[in-house]
């Protein structure tokens, strides 16, 4: 399949501290997506890297893609209690517009 | 700044019953989407419209499923004999035309079938 397929599933730190998360991809891609998910609500857009891009930032956000792996990273730098939520990231299929989701990282902030 | 809205939030439905989620996507937007993700799983792609007509569909968007945008702003899923395994979290996307386009989602509507 080509799911994205976040790393680690599950990540609890705490607040002031960086948060990484990883996602791998199978197949090439246009373009990598990453959303956010607070508990039991909707998904929120945070981030769209290019396939020919290497680094995006946004905030204290920053994604990077590494195409020839096949990976991109999430990082949440200066974590706050309010970033506790689920992160996705989510490719393209070939040729079509629908979006593949990974089961994503569950990401807790300790106050 | 637009958003994807979608009604009901929540809404109880006895098996068998007809349940019809209404959307209305970004206004400019071209694409629109159904995902549903049943609880404690991953998002999964049901449907995609474009130009009035199904451009994709998945295995999980059977004969029960249809979907309709019956005037110029909304975009509506229906499931016509609910099932208990229908119980999920519908999402609600549009994107705009373009290989890099982002996708946004509304809050979704979660489902219960009893």
């Known amino acids: 399949s080509q799911q994205g397929e976040e790393d680690p599933q599950a990540l609890s730190i705490q607040e002031g501290e960086n948060a990484t998360m990883n996602c791998s991809y199978k197949t090439s891609i246009n373009n990598l997506q990453w959303y956010r998910q607070n508990s039991g609500r909707g998904l929120v857009h945070l981030i769209l890297i290019r396939s020919n891009e290497r680094e995006k930032h946004s905030g204290r956000l920053r994604v990077t893609l590494d195409t020839s792996k096949k990976s991109s990273s999430l990082l949440i730098t200066a974590s706050r209690a309010a970033d506790t939520a689920s992160y996705f990231c989510a490719t393209p299929w070939t040729g079509a517009q629908k979006l593949v989701f990974g089961q994503g990282t569950r990401l807790t902030i300790n106050p | 700044e637009p958003e994807v809205t979608q009604t009901p939030s929540h809404q109880v439905t006895q098996m068998g019953q007809e349940v019809i989620l209404r959307c209305v996507p970004i206004?400019?937007?071209?694409?629109f989407y159904w995902y549903r993700q049943i609880l404690g799983q991953k998002v999964e792609f049901l449907v995609s419209f474009y130009n009035n007509e199904i451009s994709e569909k998945s295995e999980i968007f059977d004969d029960q499923f249809s979907v309709e945008r019956p005037d110029g702003s909304n975009f509506t899923l229906k499931i016509r004999s609910t099932k208990l395994e229908d119980s999920a979290m519908y999402f609600c996307a549009s994107s705009g035309l373009g290989l890099n386009t982002e996708a946004f989602f509304g809050q979704g509507t979660r489902l219960t079938v009893v």
């Open positions: 206004s400019n937007h071209l694409y």
